[in-house]
């Protein structure tokens, strides 16, 4: 046996491989839904963080200057997205503002403009409520109702947060002179739950006995799942970036 393997026991993060650590979480962060774990903020993630965003910026803007095929608009497009809202969740404004603007996305440049100008000519959506929400300081509970009555999650009988919960934290990050982004990671706006191996009894011919679940909790920015999905864009079937990972990781 060899005396230098990991034990297969033993969780890699607590063992000195940096390196490969940040490896295969830059991996996992390709989908940007990972970017607002609030795992990020335990003391076992939260010292490599850093590292771990600066890898994804570099594999997004590795695939970009490389990839140029007129197949791979596609997966251009999808590392513009996720490069922008990595830049804008980590306070990097010029940066997102570059890469949303070569695609043109809306939402986001919307969210850049928000703190300097007033939103207009905007369609009414949930999103356009939420958003004159935080930027009208005097009545956003009447905005955040708006947005709460539109809201597609109240009628698909979905998990939601409370007016109430979402409200107050509102005013609390006005009053602390918190960013929209502080605003939207507060730790109240997520649900946390294990997710259920539906498929599980069929798989294993044992259609009898309770749904197993997972070990490990999810987390869900509530929030941002009912109003700023299209931010964090997911991609459940995307064979051009799955092809394509090792190679920009390598």
Wanted: negative net charge; glycine residues 4%; contains cysteine.
């Amino acid at each position: 046996m060899n005396n230098n393997s990991t034990p297969p026991d033993r969780p890699v993060l607590r063992l000195d491989r940096t390196d490969r650590i940040i490896l295969c979480i830059a991996k996992e962060c390709s989908h940007p839904l990972a970017l607002i774990n609030p795992l990020w903020q335990t003391d076992l993630l939260h010292p490599i963080q850093a590292q771990v965003f600066d890898r994804l910026e570099q594999v997004c803007t590795t695939g970009l200057q490389n990839f140029s095929s007129p197949t791979d608009q596609a997966l251009l497009t999808y590392l513009h997205q996720v490069r922008g809202v990595l830049r804008w969740w980590r306070g990097d404004v010029l940066g997102a503002e570059m890469d949303w603007q070569s695609t043109s996305f809306s939402l986001g440049l919307t969210l850049l403009n928000l703190e300097k100008f007033p939103l207009e000519n905007l369609t009414d959506s949930p999103t356009t409520f939420l958003l004159q929400a935080w930027q009208d300081a005097d009545t956003p509970e009447t905005w955040l109702t708006q947005a709460w009555q539109t809201n597609v999650a109240q009628t698909q009988g979905l998990p939601t947060l409370s007016l109430e919960t979402v409200l107050q934290s509102l005013r609390e990050a006005k009053d602390q002179n918190r960013s929209l982004r502080d605003w939207l990671g507060d730790l109240r706006h997520y649900q946390s739950y294990r997710p259920d191996r539906l498929g599980f009894g069929v798989l294993s011919r044992h259609l009898g006995g309770a749904i197993p679940t997972d070990y490990g909790l999810r987390y869900e920015n509530l929030l941002i799942r009912d109003f700023l999905s299209d931010l964090f864009p997911e991609r459940s079937y995307f064979p051009e970036l799955d092809l394509r990972i090792d190679q920009l990781l390598d």
